[in-house]
Protein backbone atom coordinates (compact mmCIF):
# COMPACT_ATOMS: atom_id res chain seq x y z
CA UNK A 1 0.00 0.00 0.00
CA UNK A 2 1.18 3.73 -0.63
CA UNK A 3 2.45 5.57 2.30
CA UNK A 4 0.73 9.01 2.61
CA UNK A 5 1.26 11.51 4.82
CA UNK A 6 -0.28 14.78 5.97
CA UNK A 7 0.60 17.85 7.87
CA UNK A 8 -0.79 19.36 9.74
CA UNK A 9 -2.76 16.34 11.28
CA UNK A 10 -4.88 19.36 12.86
CA UNK A 11 -5.39 22.68 13.69
CA UNK A 12 -7.94 25.12 15.26
CA UNK A 13 -7.97 28.57 13.16
CA UNK A 14 -10.00 31.81 13.62
CA UNK A 15 -12.40 32.97 10.70
CA UNK A 16 -11.07 34.94 7.94
CA UNK A 17 -7.78 33.36 7.80
CA UNK A 18 -5.88 30.68 5.93
CA UNK A 19 -4.87 27.28 6.46
CA UNK A 20 -2.44 25.33 3.77
CA UNK A 21 -2.46 21.68 4.47
CA UNK A 22 0.29 19.61 2.61
CA UNK A 23 0.48 15.86 1.13
CA UNK A 24 2.79 13.84 0.75
CA UNK A 25 3.15 10.21 -1.40
CA UNK A 26 6.10 7.83 -0.94
CA UNK A 27 6.08 7.33 -4.35
CA UNK A 28 5.21 9.30 -7.90
CA UNK A 29 1.94 9.31 -9.03
CA UNK A 30 0.19 11.19 -11.55
CA UNK A 31 -2.82 11.74 -9.87
CA UNK A 32 -3.76 12.97 -6.33
CA UNK A 33 -7.19 13.60 -4.88
CA UNK A 34 -8.35 15.78 -2.31
CA UNK A 35 -11.88 14.86 -0.23
CA UNK A 36 -13.79 16.78 2.73
CA UNK A 37 -15.36 15.18 5.87
CA UNK A 38 -17.87 16.98 7.11
CA UNK A 39 -18.71 16.12 10.88
CA UNK A 40 -20.69 13.09 11.24
CA UNK A 41 -21.14 12.61 7.00
CA UNK A 42 -19.12 10.70 4.28
CA UNK A 43 -16.45 11.98 2.00
CA UNK A 44 -17.11 14.62 -0.47
CA UNK A 45 -13.96 14.84 -3.55
CA UNK A 46 -13.29 18.51 -3.67
CA UNK A 47 -11.09 18.40 -6.34
CA UNK A 48 -8.20 16.25 -8.66
CA UNK A 49 -4.76 17.52 -8.37
CA UNK A 50 -3.27 16.79 -11.69
CA UNK A 51 0.36 17.51 -12.11
CA UNK A 52 1.45 20.12 -14.85
CA UNK A 53 -1.87 21.21 -15.14
CA UNK A 54 -4.82 22.59 -13.08
CA UNK A 55 -6.40 21.09 -10.69
CA UNK A 56 -9.98 19.95 -11.85
CA UNK A 57 -12.75 21.42 -9.25
CA UNK A 58 -15.96 18.94 -8.53
CA UNK A 59 -19.25 21.24 -8.10
CA UNK A 60 -19.58 23.13 -5.78
CA UNK A 61 -16.24 23.79 -4.89
CA UNK A 62 -14.00 26.55 -6.19
CA UNK A 63 -10.48 27.59 -7.08
CA UNK A 64 -10.86 30.73 -5.21
CA UNK A 65 -12.08 29.35 -2.02
CA UNK A 66 -9.56 25.95 -2.22
CA UNK A 67 -6.56 26.57 -4.36
CA UNK A 68 -4.61 23.52 -5.01
CA UNK A 69 -0.65 23.29 -5.57
CA UNK A 70 1.00 20.18 -7.47
CA UNK A 71 4.60 20.87 -7.97
CA UNK A 72 5.93 17.85 -8.70
CA UNK A 73 5.13 13.89 -8.62
CA UNK A 74 4.34 12.65 -5.01
CA UNK A 75 3.52 16.43 -3.20
CA UNK A 76 0.18 18.32 -3.29
CA UNK A 77 -1.18 21.51 -1.20
CA UNK A 78 -4.51 22.48 -0.66
CA UNK A 79 -5.41 25.48 0.58
CA UNK A 80 -8.99 26.68 2.77
CA UNK A 81 -9.19 30.24 2.34
CA UNK A 82 -11.17 32.78 3.82
CA UNK A 83 -12.37 30.26 6.56
CA UNK A 84 -15.61 30.23 8.17
CA UNK A 85 -17.06 27.84 10.85
CA UNK A 86 -18.71 26.05 8.21
CA UNK A 87 -14.80 25.08 6.47
CA UNK A 88 -14.47 22.93 10.07
CA UNK A 89 -13.59 19.33 8.51
CA UNK A 90 -11.58 16.52 8.39
CA UNK A 91 -9.74 16.97 4.89
CA UNK A 92 -8.04 13.89 3.83
CA UNK A 93 -5.38 13.27 0.27
CA UNK A 94 -5.65 10.43 -1.65
CA UNK A 95 -3.87 8.65 -4.57
CA UNK A 96 -3.78 5.75 -6.50
CA UNK A 97 -1.23 3.23 -6.10
CA UNK A 98 0.56 0.71 -8.61
CA UNK A 99 0.26 -1.73 -9.84
CA UNK A 100 -2.90 -1.41 -10.98
CA UNK A 101 -3.43 2.44 -9.64
CA UNK A 102 -7.26 1.20 -9.71
CA UNK A 103 -7.01 1.51 -5.92
CA UNK A 104 -7.05 5.08 -3.85
CA UNK A 105 -4.83 5.03 -0.76
CA UNK A 106 -5.93 7.84 1.66
CA UNK A 107 -3.56 9.52 4.18
CA UNK A 108 -4.34 10.39 8.05
CA UNK A 109 -6.02 13.39 7.48
CA UNK A 110 -6.22 17.17 8.60
CA UNK A 111 -9.01 17.64 11.26
CA UNK A 112 -9.49 21.62 11.07
CA UNK A 113 -11.58 23.57 13.58
CA UNK A 114 -12.72 26.98 12.87
CA UNK A 115 -13.63 29.66 15.70
CA UNK B 1 -23.65 9.57 -12.38
CA UNK B 2 -22.52 7.05 -10.11
CA UNK B 3 -23.71 7.41 -6.55
CA UNK B 4 -24.03 4.51 -3.99
CA UNK B 5 -26.65 4.15 -0.85
CA UNK B 6 -25.77 2.75 1.98
CA UNK B 7 -28.44 1.29 4.07
CA UNK B 8 -28.58 2.28 7.76
CA UNK B 9 -26.43 4.63 9.06
CA UNK B 10 -25.89 3.29 12.44
CA UNK B 11 -25.45 -0.47 12.97
CA UNK B 12 -25.70 -2.53 16.43
CA UNK B 13 -24.49 -5.53 16.75
CA UNK B 14 -23.32 -8.49 19.46
CA UNK B 15 -19.94 -9.31 19.91
CA UNK B 16 -19.43 -12.67 17.98
CA UNK B 17 -22.56 -12.00 16.12
CA UNK B 18 -22.84 -11.86 11.79
CA UNK B 19 -21.54 -8.21 10.59
CA UNK B 20 -23.98 -7.00 7.65
CA UNK B 21 -23.41 -3.86 6.17
CA UNK B 22 -25.41 -3.13 3.00
CA UNK B 23 -24.20 -1.10 -0.24
CA UNK B 24 -26.09 -0.74 -3.58
CA UNK B 25 -24.59 1.40 -6.38
CA UNK B 26 -25.91 2.87 -9.52
CA UNK B 27 -23.59 2.95 -12.27
CA UNK B 28 -24.41 3.24 -16.63
CA UNK B 29 -20.99 0.80 -16.19
CA UNK B 30 -19.93 -2.10 -13.87
CA UNK B 31 -17.87 -0.39 -11.58
CA UNK B 32 -14.85 -0.59 -9.45
CA UNK B 33 -16.15 -1.50 -5.84
CA UNK B 34 -14.60 -0.80 -2.49
CA UNK B 35 -15.15 -0.97 1.59
CA UNK B 36 -13.13 0.80 3.61
CA UNK B 37 -12.91 1.45 7.31
CA UNK B 38 -12.37 4.46 9.30
CA UNK B 39 -11.92 4.02 13.03
CA UNK B 40 -12.18 6.74 15.21
CA UNK B 41 -9.55 9.73 14.72
CA UNK B 42 -7.88 8.33 11.71
CA UNK B 43 -7.63 8.28 8.04
CA UNK B 44 -9.79 5.68 5.81
CA UNK B 45 -8.28 2.20 5.23
CA UNK B 46 -9.10 -0.35 2.86
CA UNK B 47 -10.93 -3.24 3.71
CA UNK B 48 -11.25 -4.94 0.30
CA UNK B 49 -11.98 -4.31 -3.28
CA UNK B 50 -13.74 -6.09 -6.50
CA UNK B 51 -12.50 -5.13 -10.13
CA UNK B 52 -12.64 -8.31 -12.26
CA UNK B 53 -13.13 -12.04 -11.76
CA UNK B 54 -14.42 -13.92 -8.13
CA UNK B 55 -17.49 -12.43 -7.17
CA UNK B 56 -16.63 -13.07 -3.36
CA UNK B 57 -14.10 -10.67 -1.88
CA UNK B 58 -12.03 -11.65 0.96
CA UNK B 59 -10.44 -8.89 2.72
CA UNK B 60 -8.74 -8.01 5.91
CA UNK B 61 -9.57 -8.57 9.82
CA UNK B 62 -12.55 -11.66 8.67
CA UNK B 63 -14.61 -9.67 6.51
CA UNK B 64 -15.69 -10.78 2.73
CA UNK B 65 -18.09 -9.26 0.24
CA UNK B 66 -20.20 -10.31 -2.54
CA UNK B 67 -20.75 -8.58 -5.85
CA UNK B 68 -23.78 -8.83 -7.52
CA UNK B 69 -24.41 -7.48 -10.60
CA UNK B 70 -28.17 -8.36 -10.77
CA UNK B 71 -29.12 -6.45 -7.42
CA UNK B 72 -26.10 -3.73 -7.96
CA UNK B 73 -25.08 -4.87 -4.86
CA UNK B 74 -21.82 -5.29 -2.56
CA UNK B 75 -22.69 -5.96 0.90
CA UNK B 76 -20.24 -6.85 3.41
CA UNK B 77 -19.90 -9.44 5.88
CA UNK B 78 -17.61 -10.82 8.79
CA UNK B 79 -19.36 -13.91 10.47
CA UNK B 80 -18.21 -12.92 13.75
CA UNK B 81 -18.04 -9.31 15.42
CA UNK B 82 -15.24 -8.18 17.68
CA UNK B 83 -14.92 -5.68 19.82
CA UNK B 84 -12.29 -4.11 17.70
CA UNK B 85 -14.80 -3.62 14.61
CA UNK B 86 -16.21 -0.98 16.18
CA UNK B 87 -16.22 1.75 13.68
CA UNK B 88 -17.13 3.56 10.55
CA UNK B 89 -17.36 1.82 7.17
CA UNK B 90 -17.86 3.16 3.88
CA UNK B 91 -18.72 1.71 0.65
CA UNK B 92 -17.36 3.47 -2.60
CA UNK B 93 -17.32 3.26 -6.64
CA UNK B 94 -15.41 4.38 -9.12
CA UNK B 95 -15.56 3.81 -12.42
CA UNK B 96 -13.26 1.72 -14.77
CA UNK B 97 -11.07 4.46 -14.98
CA UNK B 98 -7.42 3.78 -13.73
CA UNK B 99 -6.80 5.89 -10.78
CA UNK B 100 -10.47 7.57 -10.71
CA UNK B 101 -11.95 9.70 -8.65
CA UNK B 102 -14.24 7.72 -5.55
CA UNK B 103 -18.21 8.16 -4.66
CA UNK B 104 -18.64 7.38 -0.90
CA UNK B 105 -21.67 6.45 0.43
CA UNK B 106 -23.06 7.82 3.45
CA UNK B 107 -21.44 5.72 5.55
CA UNK B 108 -22.37 2.93 8.76
CA UNK B 109 -21.09 3.28 11.85
CA UNK B 110 -21.11 -0.32 13.87
CA UNK B 111 -21.41 -0.60 17.54
CA UNK B 112 -20.40 -3.91 19.28
CA UNK B 113 -22.09 -4.92 22.32
CA UNK B 114 -20.31 -6.89 24.38
Known amino acids: SAVISQKPSRDICQRGTSLTIQCQVDSQVTMMFWYRQQPGQSLTLIATANQGSEATYESGFVIDKFPISRPNLTFSTLTVSNMSPEDSSIYLC????????????FGPGTRLLVL | AQSVTQLGSHVSVSEGALVLLRCNYS??????LFWYVQYPNQGLQLLLKYTTGATLVKGINGFEAEFKKSETSFHLTKPSAHMSDAAEYFC????????????FGGGTRVLVKP
Open chain 2, 92 to 103: AVSDRVAGNKLT
Open chain 1, 94 to 105: SAPKAPGLETQY
Open chain 2, 27 to 32: SSVPPY
